[in-house]
């Protein structure tokens, strides 16, 4: 016996079944409260939370604070509703189908005061969203439980363990897309100091590096179902390169779809690889290189430097310029270190 759905039932489960997918594919992010204003010309203002006495453009991503010298890994976005004290009410919501990666509920141990880290893939990438100075994280939500994009998690807020704090006029949550560097992260950290805490293990901030959010979601809603996350990241200017005579580290594996082909280390064999780092020090580019194509024993060189991108974007300070001769500062030898631990 066979069962079938009326013509017109079957067409609007069509037409419902269509539509999701085609926003699925189009949007694997969304904003993460209802507030809209940054796809409205001229609206920066409705939609960023600026520092004492700047801007805007100092709530948005990359070298924004400190006249360009100092990094900020998200973006800042404003409230739209509060309480009769002026606090904050607006949901915070998952911005991606995924799973809880890390709540933090203990506002004092970070700067981020009560944050969760949620895990997703997208296009065949293992991203994280960060979502930080909540007032509340929804009880229920602990490592492994699975969220819906758009499902709230939370409520905006304004903890933080920082001596200024943050104003009621400043109210936000602070949002970002992470890629994960290593999970060995703890063991390199204790290693690298020995004098420092780590109240976070492998979801402290340095171990996740941070894409513009801003950037993602104009490319999502200009270019629709032809965006590709591994495209938007391989076409990333490049400040640097840098060559590490290592053939198994962690980043290889959950980041192979940015690995680009090479047929002379496919021939000859990989004696190690090539990473076209951004500014923010992700490899946006891995390339495979072979013994032939590469010179010197030290377990990774500075091949290259975009001096333009590094004018452009100096905050990160992974290189620098001495006696003419361009080198990784002790900050860009700590990332690759992590990179390839």
């Not at 079944?17 to 010309?41: H, M």
């Not at 996350?229 to 005579?245: D, G, K, N, S």
């Not at 333009?308 to 990332?335: M, S």
Request: net charge positive; hydrophobic share 35%.
């Amino acid at each position: 016996m066979t069962f079938s759905l009326p013509p017109a039932m079957q067409a609007i489960i069509f037409i419902l079944l269509t539509s999701f997918t085609r926003t699925s594919i189009a949007e694997p992010f969304q904003l993460p409260t209802a507030n809209r204003a940054i796809f409205e010309r001229g609206s920066e203002e409705k939609f960023f939370v600026p520092t004492t006495g700047k801007t805007w453009t100092s709530g948005t991503f990359g070298c924004v604070r400190s006249d360009g010298r100092q990094f900020h890994e998200g973006l800042d976005i404003r409230c739209l509703q509060r309480n009769k004290r002026g606090e904050p009410t607006d949901p915070v919501m998952a911005s991606s189908d995924g799973t809880v990666a890390y709540v933090n509920r203990k506002p004092s141990l970070s700067n981020y005061g009560n944050y969760i880290i949620l895990r997703h893939q997208v296009d065949g990438l293992e991203v994280y969203t960060t979502y930080a100075h909540l007032s509340e994280i929804r009880t229920d939500l602990k490592p492994g439980v699975t969220v819906k994009a758009g499902e709230s998690i939370g409520i905006m807020g304004r903890t933080a363990n920082t001596r200024e704090g943050i104003s009621k006029e400043r109210a936000h949550v602070h949002f970002e897309i992470n890629l994960f560097v290593n999970e060995g992260f703890p063991a390199w950290y204790k290693k690298q100091f020995p004098d420092q805490r780590n109240d976070h293990s492998q979801w402290n901030g340095q171990n996740l590096l941070g894409l513009d959010p801003l950037q993602i979601l104009l490319d999502q809603k200009h270019l629709g179902s032809k965006f590709n996350l591994v495209q938007h990241i391989q076409q990333q200017p490049v400040l640097c390169r840098v060559f590490v005579r290592n053939t198994d580290f962690p980043w290889l594996k959950r980041y192979a779809p940015l690995i680009r082909a090479n047929p002379a280390a496919q021939k000859d064999g990989v004696a190690g690889y090539e990473l076209a780092l951004n500014f923010n020090g992700i490899p946006v580019q891995i390339t495979p290189k072979s013994a032939t194509e590469v010179s010197g024993k030290s377990k990774f060189q500075l091949l290259s430097v975009n001096e333009a991108e590094q004018r452009e974007h100096p905050c990160r300070k992974l290189v620098i310029k001495r006696n003419g001769h361009w080198e990784l500062t002790t900050a860009g030898q700590n990332l690759v270190q992590l990179l390839t631990y």
